[in-house]
């Protein structure tokens, strides 16, 4: 990756802070609300597909930890398989053009 796209990315990571923690406070889940900054994905591919030649429709940032992995609609679900083997309760989409956050045990969906 060249300096001027890491550039690029960390840009676009202030700016998905900034508007993170301007409209947040508007959801009620606690988990949401305790976030204070925005985990984003580091690379567009779920992991563990990649790990077991395995394919992804959409990919999941978590934000307690940042690992990034494929959604319900993929095959082997791995985020809400990571989410019942650590209890990290938030998610936020990873997909490009999509800011909302989702919370496993409130059930809370967020956008921002």
């Known amino acids: ?6 550039d690029h990315q960390r840009n676009q990571k202030d700016h998905y802070d900034q508007r993170f923690r301007q409209n947040i406070m508007q959801t009620t889940c606690s988990h949401i609300q305790e976030l204070t900054t925005l985990q984003v994905a580091d690379e567009h591919v779920c992991e563990e597909c990649i790990k077991q ?4 429709v959409h ?7 940042g690992v990034t992995l494929c959604c319900d609609d993929s095959p082997m679900k791995h985020m809400t ?32």
């Open 59 to 65: 990919l999941r940032t978590c934000q307690t930890c």
């Open 53 to 56: 030649h395995g394919t992804w």
């Open 81 to 112: 398989a990571h989410y019942h083997e650590t209890s990290h309760p938030v998610i936020s989409s990873a997909e490009p053009g999509e800011r909302w956050l989702w919370c496993y045990p409130d059930k809370v969906f967020a956008e921002y």
């Open 1 to 6: 990756m060249s300096i001027q796209d890491k």
